[in-house]
Structure formats: structure tokens, C-alpha cells
């Protein structure tokens, strides 16, 4: 999250477009109720999300456009402006935005600025106490209002989701006991037939056009048993133990769930990774036509991959996530929800803002707790995983660190997320965010060919797909723990002669997007999830491919088709399997994905469409089923709900957020469904329910996560994971403010003393 800018005092300021000043004293207030996009939540290019954002807008103005009209409601408008805007117009005493799309942290520190008593309380704007207790209850955990709680206020109201998860490659796992371990390539019961029979039994639909785990190797096989038996026979033996002994795609999970079952696979994975020559994608790996080509500059591609430094055992994006996840884990009864202020929650840090009887901030206690059992867990398996490549650290690149781990990094080019190198295929388990699950099948390799006549042809290699990974939560845990994470709704009460009208929209509004079908396909378009359960059961049965959104939007448009030649002329366009020669418009528009199948052909000149009146009932009996049971009514037809989604910049394509996610499908069925208590799944781990990890709202909140990771990575050439001899376990430590340095917490903390709200930060040890 970007940082605030001052909210108490303006200097020079620039007064966004957003604001007509009237008099030195004042600005006109806005006609319309305002829902804002910050850059802060919502960047440059989120496309998808601003778009997603401005299709219910559009969607809430047209349903309510007879009230708009009268002049009983305000209609509502959506902006998108840049980072800084709020804090500005705040210091500024402009106008302020009626709904803003923020985290809850940052709007706590709007709790003590200038417009402290015009921070909206959510709860009171989204309606009656009924209606707000039916909310309540419509969400998939009250962890999602906890984290938008600050000072008994609700400051944040939960909608657009995601989560930190972890994902493993199965076929990685499969590949490395194939290579390594004599006989496991044809034994039954071996990893990859575990992984095939998985595929075929259970996530069919979820799989998408990649529906196969890659059957080859990405090893030089000869190469990589030479490093394998230089290792210690005791590692050996470990190694070999750990995977022989999994008969199912749960105690495949199970593996990484033991911190001595991680680092036994990271020395192998190590020694591997970093032996010249033993990663080796070759005709198995891509496919013959990316060495078939004669162009050295593509070969050359496929060499540079096979030499690079972006091979990774394991990846964590966000290690500040890891100590949250972490520490849920070892608390289970908090049930992931951890309250900052509180001086005994057993976390790594508390901390209490100060405040006079003007509620103007006079300071900022921040307790370190170097010896939390949650922090001391999470800081030995880091510093565990740098000791294998301590020795090596230069101080100025990650380089070191092949073979081992990595974390997300920032660069003069933007950041570096991990997914970039698990499409290499070679991580074995990465952890990231599943707003961005489909950036871990993307392609790997774009390479170009010729064909016979010399055309240039585009290709895309892909060393990783749907059918090879399974979700996971965070490693080195017995308990399933997730980190709850996506910005919530918050807002500032509107103002001007319209001010009640400008209220009665804000709470039809929240209303309005709460509902199922709007959550859902919200979510669908953005990548984030659903607050709520019901949402969340429409959400599922378009990643899980029961309803398939490109199936659907195909099936339209090819309606769409039939429609405007149905007039044309009857040699060039022809019609089978309808009752009539020529359908009719309405004969047409009645025909449903799913319920019916049509097809086009065109062969010498001549296009014929074909209808088959031929249903998927077990998809249709399902989604009529839901259907019934969220409108609470035995007529409803999945039609209601389930709408083919187009794409945010092309209409006349289907949407590429809105697609099957075997990853997003695993976490929702395994795991989120189980906490919303709607699961019917036997295929999570039964010792305990899984956990989602929230913390309350802090003004001090973000700080700490930026300077977990500044101390941790983001200090090029300084940080713990560049520095030899540094300790995560370290992190902590602090004596004064004089005694600092880069890889201590404290040293970033400090940094914001001084400011508006982080005034006078008092730091202490527990």
C-alpha cells in the first residue's frame, strides 16, 4: 500500500479537478454521491478492477434510475484519481469522497485527522440493525469485519477478497522422485500416478485446455543422480523416505506441512539447481518445435532459462505475511483474528496509539516481542533456508540463493513477484496471492518460428498448467492457516443540500452490491473473491468450469450470429435440427448454454448452423439447484444468476479474469468453504478447521509490514537475505535508536517518527 501523505497540514497544494472552489473559505459540494478509486488501492493499470468497480455503478444508476431521476436518491459516480488525493483534500478542507475503496489501516489514521468526524461509520450506512445483522450473517467469516474494525467503529466494510496461499507443484515433486529415486518412474502408487488420478477424478472441469500434467522431465537425468549421490547418505535416506511414503494428494500436502520435511528437500533441491547442467527443458519439456527452430536468438532463449538463477525449491511473496499466518497457527483458538493493541496477543509486536482529550495524537507505543513462539518459528526455517547458502552471499545479488528460496523484491523497473519464476516449473512450492492465480500458469518461454513458406509464427512455451499444481496453506504448519488480504469499502458522510440524498444512495448501494450475483461476478472480473457465502457459491461453479464462462460466452455469441443471418441469403446460410427450415428470433433467443448445443460450420461458401437439443444435466440439475436455493425459489433456473461475462476491454470477448482456476478452485472448495461452513468436501485436512488470519486495524499497521520487508529484502545489498551473517532471528533486536541497523525492524519503524500520526513512536521489548 502506498503511503499517506500528511493529513493535518498542507503546504503547497494542487487542488484535484475533483474540487470547484466557490471562496477562499470553501469548495461547492459535489452534485453526485462520489465512490472513489484511489491509485493507492486501485494502480494505474487494475484495469480490471476499475472496470469491475464502474460496471456496478453503471448497473446500481440504471436500476435505480427512477428514484435518480425524482430526486429521491443522488446518482452515483465513479473516479478514479491518484495516490494522495484524500489526504490532500482532507489537509485541504475540500471534498471528500461519500465511498473509497481503501485499506483498513490507512483509515484508521483518518480517525485522527482534521476529518475525524467525517470518517463514515459503515455500519449505520449500510442500513437498519436488521438488515446489518443479516449481513453479518451472510458473510463467509466475521473475520472480514474484524479487520475493518477500529475503535468499536466499523471503519471498513469486507467485499472484494483474497487470500496469501501457497501452491505446489505436484509434477515438480513427481519429476524430482522419477529422477532421483531407482524404480519410482514405473511403480504404482507413485506421485505422479497420485497426481493423474487426482486430475481424472476430481477437477476434470477445472483444468482448462492444459487438462494433462507435462509428462516429461525438465532434469538432465544423468547430471542431476551425480549431485544426488554426492549428498550425505542421511539426506538421501530422508528424502527418499519423505516421498515414498504418500499415497494421496492430501499427504502430498501433509509433506510441507513439517519444517524438517522442507529443509530436507531444499539441500536436494540445492545441490541440484545449482550443478551446472542438471535443469534441462528439452523436447519433453516444450515440445520439439522450440528446438526445431533454426533461429539462434530463440534457442538462445531456451538455453538462457536453462542457465538462470530463477530456480527456487521455495518462494514466499509477502515474509510479513508469514509471520501473521504463522502466528495464527500457533494460536489457533484466536480463530486468525489478532488484535494489535493488545499487549498479550502472543504476536511479534503490539501497539497503542496516544491520543489528549482533543483526540489529536501525542504519541505511539510500539512493544517487540522477540520471544513470540509464533515469530521464533517463522525466523528458524528462514534462517535454516539461508544457512544452505550463507557462505555465498556477496552482499550485492541474490544470485546465492538459487535452488533455495526467494521472496518478492522491488527493482528500478517495478517488483519482481515470485510467480515470475515459478512458471519456470522448478519452484516447488510458492506462496502468493490468489488474486493473481493465474499468474502461476502463464507461459514461460514466447518464442517465434518459421514455417515452409518462411511465415513468422508467434508460440508460447508453458513449463507449469492447472493439472500440475494443488493449494495449499502456509508451509511449515499442522494447522491450515491463510492470510485474509484486498481492500475494503470505507467512506466519509456526504455533504451539501442533497446530503440525505446522497445517503439513501450510499446505503441502496451497499445494499445492492452485496448481493450474490453482484459480489460474484464482481469477483469474477477482478480476481478477487466474494465476501459472502451465497456469492461465494456462485463464485465456485464458474472457476470449477461447471459453468464455463468461455463456453458461455461462445454459445452467445454464436446466437448472436445466428440472429443476424437469419434473413441472409438461404444458399450461404443454412439451418439444421430446428423445427422450422429458418428458426424464428424467439426460437433463437431461447436456446440456453448448457441446456442446448449449437455449432457452426462453413465449408465452400456455405455457413450451417446446427442445434441439438442435447443438455448437460448433471451441470444444469446443479446450477438449477443453487439457484433455487439462494433466490429461495422452486422456479428459478441457473439463468438468474449465471450471465456469460465479457471482457473489460473488448465486449465482443469473453472475459480472461472469469476463467477456470484449478488453483482458486482448490482453495475455495478445500479450504474457504470449510471456514464458511458450506463445504461438503472430504479432501481437507480433518484435524482442524482452517484458519483465516486477519489483524485489526493499526495507523501503525502498514509501516510494520513495509519495514518487514525493507529489512528483510528490499534493501538492496543490505537486507538480511543479501547480508552474510545476518539472522532473521535478529530482526528484532533493539537496544536505542543508536545502535541500528538496515536488518532490524526498528530501523524502519523509526523512520516515520516524526509524522502527523506516527508522532513520537516509543519503541520497547516486551
Known amino acids: 500500500m502506498k503511503k499517506l501523505l500528511s493529513i493535518f497540514t498542507a503546504t503547497t497544494l494542487t487542488v484535484p479537478a475533483s474540487l470547484t472552489a466557490v471562496s477562499c473559505g470553501g469548495v461547492k459540494p459535489e452534485k453526485n454521491a462520489i ?78 485527522s482534521n476529518a475525524k468526524d467525517k470518517v463514515r461509520d459503515m455500519k449505520s450506512s ?25 475503535q468499536s467503529k466499523q471503519i471498513v466494510l469486507p467485499f472484494g477478497k483474497s487470500v ?69 547418505e542421511s539426506d538421501r535416506n530422508s528424502f527418499e523416505s519423505i516421498l515414498s511414503g504418500v499415497t494421496n494428494i492430501q499427504e502430498i500436502k ?37 528446438l526445431a527452430t533454426q533461429d539462434q536468438t530463440e534457442i538462445q532463449k531456451l538455453t538462457d532459462l536453462n542457465n538462470s538463477n530463477s530456480h527456487y525449491a521455495f518462494s514466499i511473496d509477502s515474509i510479513e505475511n508469514k509471520f501473521f499466518m504463522d502466528w495464527a497457527a500457533e494460536n489457533p483458538e484466536k480463530n486468525g483474528s489478532l488484535d494489535i493493541t493488545d499487549s498479550k496477543n502472543n504476536f511479534l509486536y503490539n501497539s497503542q496509539t496516544n491520543v489528549n482529550a482533543k483526540n489529536k495524537v501525542t504519541g505511539t507505543d510500539f512493544q517487540i516481542d522477540k520471544n513470540s513462539k509464533s515469530f521464533l518459528k517463522t525466523t528458524a526455517l528462514l534462517d535454516d533456508l539461508k544457512n544452505l547458502v550463507d557462505d555465498k552471499l556477496d552482499g550485492q545479488k541474490l544470485d546465492a540463493w538459487k535452488g533455495v528460496f526467494m521472496s518478492k523484491y522491488s527493482t528500478t523497473g517495478g517488483a519482481v513477484y515470485t510467480s515470475k519464476s515459478f512458471v519456470n516449473g522448478t519452484t516447488l512450492v510458492g506462496s502468493g ?4 492465480a493465474y499468474n502461476y500458469t502463464s507461459a514461460t518461454l514466447r518464442y517465434e518460428t518459421k514455417d515452409a513458406n518462411g511465415k513468422t509464427k508467434s508460440n508460447s512455451a508453458y513449463a507449469t498448467s492447472n493439472a500440475d499444481l494443488i493449494t495449499t496453506s502456509s508451509i511449515g504448519n499442522k494447522n491450515d492457516t491463510f492470510m485474509s488480504q484486498g481492500p475494503g469499502i470505507a467512506g466519509f458522510k456526504s455533504n451539501g443540500e442533497n446530503a440525505d440524498k446522497k445517503e439513501k444512495s450510499v446505503t441502496a448501494f451497499l445494499q445492492y452490491i452485496m448481493q450474490p450475483k453482484q459480489s460474484a461476478q464482481f469477483a469474477l472480473k477482478t480476481n478477487y473473491m466474494p465476501a459472502t457465502k451465497d456469492g461465494l457459491k456462485i463464485f ?14 461462445a454459445f452467445e455469441t454464436l446466437k448472436k450470429d445466428m440472429i443476424e443471418n437469419i434473413d441472409k441469403d438461404e444458399t450461404k446460410y443454412k439451418f439444421e435440427g430446428f423445427e422450422n427450415k429458418i428458426p424464428t428470433l424467439e426460437e433463437i433467443n431461447n436456446l440456453s448454454y448448457l441446456r442446448n448445443k449449437i455449432s457452426r460450420n462453413i465449408a465452400d461458401g456455405v455457413t450451417t448452423y446446427t442445434f441439438e437439443n442435447k443438455s448437460e444435466d448433471e451441470r444444469v440439475n446443479k446450477l438449477d439447484t443453487l439457484s433455487k436455493e439462494i433466490r429461495n425459489n422452486q422456479d428459478a433456473k441457473f439463468e438468474d444468476l449465471f450471465t456469460p461475462l465479457a471482457d473489460a476491454s473488448d465486449s465482443s470477448k469473453t472475459n480472461t479474469r ?19 461452513g458450506i463445504s461438503n468436501s472430504s479432501k481437507t485436512n480433518d484435524e482442524s478447521k482452517p484458519i483465516l488470519v486477519a489483524s485489526s486495524p493499526s495507523p501503525i499497521g502498514s509501516e510494520f509490514r513495509d519495514a518487514i520487508k525493507q529489512a528483510t529484502i528490499e534493501t538492496q545489498g543490505s537486507s538480511i537475505m543479501y547480508k552474510k551473517g545476518a539472522k532473521f532471528a535478529d530482526l528484532l533486536n533493539y537496544e536505542s535508536a ?24 516509543k519503541i520497547k521489548n516486551k
Open 126 to 150: 449500510y442500513g437498519s440493525e436488521d438488515e446489518y445483522s443479516k449481513f453479518n450473517d451472510s458473510l463467509i467469516t466475521e473475520t472480514y469485519l474484524k479487520e475493518g474494525e477500529y
Open 164 to 232: 496469501d496461499y501457497s501452491i505446489i507443484n505436484v509434477r515438480l515433486l513427481a519429476d524430482l522422485q522419477e529422477t532421483l529415486i531407482e524404480g519410482q518412474e514405473t511403480n504404482k502408487g507413485t506421485i505422479r500416478n497420485i497426481l493423474n488420478e487426482y486430475n481424472n477424478t476430481e477437477r476434470k472441469l477445472s483444468l482448462g485446455s492444459r487438462p494433462k500434467a507435462n509428462e516429461g522431465s525438465y532434469f538432465n537425468k544423468e547430471i542431476a543422480n551425480n549431485t544426488y549421490n554426492t549428498l550425505p
Open 540 to 553: 465456485k461453479e464458474y472457476i470449477n468450469g461447471t459453468y464455463n464462462n468461455a463456453e458461455a460466452f
Open 738 to 761: 543508536s545502535n541500528l541497523d538496515v536488518t532490524k525492524l526498528a530501523y524502519h519503524i523509526l523512520t516515520h517518527d516524526g509524522g502527523d500520526i506516527l508522532k513520537k513512536i
Open 35 to 112: 465512490f472513489l478509486m484511489p491509485q493507492e488501492t486501485i494502480g494505474t493499470t487494475s484495469k480490471d478492477k476499475q472496470q469491475g468497480y464502474s460496471d456496478l455503478i453503471d448497473e446500481f444508476n440504471e436500476t435505480y434510475a427512477e428514484q435518480i431521476n425524482s430526486g429521491e436518491m443522488a446518482k452515483i459516480e465513479a473516479r478514479w484519481e491518484k495516490s494522495g488525493n484524500i489526504s490532500k483534500n482532507i489537509a485541504a478542507k475540500g471534498n471528500l469522497p461519500d465511498l473509497y475503496v481503501f485499506y483498513g489501516d490507512a483509515v484508521s489514521q483518518f480517525t485522527y
Open 658 to 676: 472469469a476463467t477456470i482456476s484449478s488453483i482458486n478452485t482448490g482453495f475455495v472448495e478445500d479450504y474457504l468453504s470449510k471456514i464458511a
Open 433 to 436: 496471492s490468489s488474486a493473481g
Open 254 to 290: 501433509n509433506i510441507f506441512k513439517d519444517s524438517k520435511n522442507i529443509m530436507t528437500i531444499a539441500k536436494v533441491i540445492k545441490a541440484i539447481y545449482q550443478t551446472n547442467g542438471a535443469i534441462d527443458y528439452n523436447e519433453t519439456a516444450f515440445g520439439k518445435s522450440i
